[in-house]
């Protein structure tokens, strides 16, 4: 689907977190799963859609991944 460049609000508290700006890479697929195996007969397989959104590019304050 693409990468996406989004603001991460701050956040109060003791180990306040600072607002920045990230980059996600998002991704979509279908995945069938199949059932659990049951006595006498078996359900039928469900098929679902996943969406993945990973921050790339995040580095700690040291630099590195």
Same mark, same amino acid.
């Given at each position: 689907? =693409? $990468?996406?460049? @989004? &603001? #991460?609000?701050?956040? =109060? =508290?003791?180990? %306040? /977190?600072? %607002?920045? &700006? #990230?980059?996600? *890479? #998002?991704?979509?697929?279908? $995945?069938? @799963? !199949?059932?659990? !195996?049951?006595? =006498? /007969? /078996?359900?039928?397989? @469900?098929? #679902?859609?996943?969406?993945? $959104?990973? *921050? @790339?590019?995040?580095?700690?304050?040291?630099?590195?991944?």
């Amino acid at each position: 689907m =693409g $990468a996406y460049t @989004i &603001k #991460v609000p701050q956040r =109060g =508290g003791r180990n %306040a /977190r600072k %607002a920045r &700006k #990230v980059t996600l *890479e #998002v991704k979509k697929k279908t $995945a069938t @799963i !199949q059932s659990p !195996q049951r006595p =006498g /007969r /078996r359900l039928a397989p @469900i098929t #679902v859609n996943v969406l993945s $959104a990973d *921050e @790339i590019n995040n580095y700690c304050k040291s630099g590195k991944p």
